[in-house]
């Protein structure tokens, strides 16, 4: 079962402070405090006038289901905060911060500065990595290995992948999060050495399945690349299944999400159960820099060569909003033989300057769109606008009276939109992450 939160719960969770929300204490467990300035790795842990100081030692340690390891605000730590330890579904392994003041920071590990090897665990309220050379988390921010585990109410910069779910991690959840400036190249080569590998700049990168990440504010994964002029992304699904993308404002990203499998030049896999099941829904996607809204592909071009990043079955574009007036920005595209076993779109609002939308002559599950700006290549769909949807410059992708969006939903995805409003309240369903 996928472990979420209730968006209402998500909201309280983050104006409340102190522990993160969902977590279960258990009498017996122990709580460790760690103090970057006056810790002492030979004290006993277990109070803030013992506290250790480094991250080895609190890595170390023994930490059963329920136990808390607390670091202290204002501290800054270099090196990986590495949790082995399991927790359990009523018991979780939680990380957080405790006294007054700036977020502890952990920062400058080659490849993560925290990685949740072990399950039931939880990261709250830390700052991670720094967005600079010097210092900065240059593959992961948290590397997640392990099931059922907990990223929520952190501040998370600088880093090739913000978070990076491996293939091996189900039932992951990140949410309510700050990503700020993920723009680090994890691969950057000339053209002439290669020109298709340059890779990085994600904020989160999902290779593993059911996640939820959801009410996030992602910004700034953008940067150069030799070999796409720019790269990065709000969210890369690669390899990845049914995770649930879902109330995220993601501002100035090269593209909010690209999905892909791995296939080999002969038609073979080297993505045994697919890609598929993806869902995304209640997001807006906007500002100037960014040139992408959706991508992603089925599993053949015209030419006859196979797509190596395709095909991608199943993914469902419902109720986001997409303002890119980027000249380059295209908002919605699915290429290389794409049909409706490889995407849906309903009740969203997609305005991009190049191209609103682009898909192959046998994509139509396309219903309850606005779609608005430069060329809309893609089929015709049922009950679909294409007007300007009268966007408020005021309230970035908020609709103003007369939007064509206003009542042109006819199905309730989700009880909220994006700004915690009731869906249908008044009896009508908006396309886009907004109701009106």
Known sequence: MLRTFAAGAVALALATAGLGAGTASAAAAPVYYLDSVSGNDAAAGTSQTTAWKTLAKAS??????????LLRRGGSWSGQLSITESGDSTTPIVVDAYGTGARPIVKGDSEACVHLQGSYLEVYNLQIGVDQDAGRCSWAGVKVTGNDNVIEKNYITGAAAGVYIETSAKYTAVTGNDFVNNNHMSTLTPREQDPNDDSGAFAILVQGDDSNIGWNTIKGSITFSYDYELDGAAVEIFLGSRNRVHHNVALDNDTFTELGTSTNEDGSTNDPDGTSGNVFEYNAIYGSKGRAGLI????????????????????????????????????????????????????????????????????????????FGGQYQMSAGSNNVRKDPLFDPANPLRLRAGSPAIGLGVTKYNDLDLAGVTVGKDGAIEAGAFEY
């Open 60 to 69: 170390a340690a023994v930490l059963p289901p329920g136990a808390k390891l």
């Open 296 to 371: 992603t592909r089925g599993p053949r071009h015209d030419d006859g060569r196979i797509e190596g990043n395709g095909p991608v079955f199943g993914t469902v574009f419902r109720n986001n909003s997409i303002n890119l007036p980027n000249a380059q920005a295209e908002g919605v595209v699915c290429d290389a033989s794409c049909t409706n076993e490889h995407l849906s779109l309903a009740q969203n609002v997609v305005v991009a300057a190049k191209k609103s939308g682009y898909a192959d002559a046998g994509f139509t599950d396309n219903h309850h769109n606005v779609f």
